[in-house]
């Protein structure tokens, strides 16, 4: 039996899980905004999905959004090379992946994720045809969800 992926209503998960996430964690609002630029030292937290559905799941951004978000997640400042922003990233990642996770319906919840993994990929900002994403911004500051399957 076949996973049958509904891409408008898993798009529609993901917008609520990030509001939340954002509002709860971070204390700030977070909302869909329609396309991005390719980041600029882009910094990404990756969660493997296994089971019922099989993918990947990226968090990315430039380094600067990276670090003023580790600040609002972590309530200090910090700098740009401090190791905590890439911390801060996979926890957001992590967050928000779980969160995604739990709203799906049973059937499709039936899988594992794991531990965020970090990198600083060449580029990256482009989202893929194999699976979903969506750009979000807070504050004025744009990253980027992308599900590939």
């Not at 529609?12 to 939340?20: F, Q």
């Not at 089971?51 to 799941?57: D, P, V």
Request: proline residues 6%; contains cysteine; aromatic residues 8%.
């Amino acid at each position: 039996m076949s996973l049958t992926i509904d891409h408008l209503d898993w798009i529609g998960r993901l917008d609520s899980t990030v509001s939340e996430v954002f509002e709860m964690m971070l204390a700030r609002s977070c909302a869909p905004t329609e396309s991005a630029n390719a980041p600029a030292q882009p910094v990404s937290a990756r969660i493997q999905f296994s089971g019922a559905i099989a993918g990947e799941f990226v968090l990315f951004a430039s380094r600067p959004v990276a670090q003023i978000t580790a600040e609002a997640l972590l309530g200090s400042v910090s700098d740009p090379n401090d190791p905590m922003v890439e911390d801060a990233m996979g926890e957001l990642c992590n967050m928000i992946a779980g969160g995604w996770k739990t709203k799906l319906e049973a059937e499709a919840a039936a899988c594992a994720i794991s531990p965020p993994m970090i990198s600083n990929p060449e580029s990256i900002g482009t989202l893929s045809n194999d699976g979903f994403g969506r750009f979000y911004s807070f504050e004025g500051n744009v990253f980027g969800v992308q599900m590939i399957f």
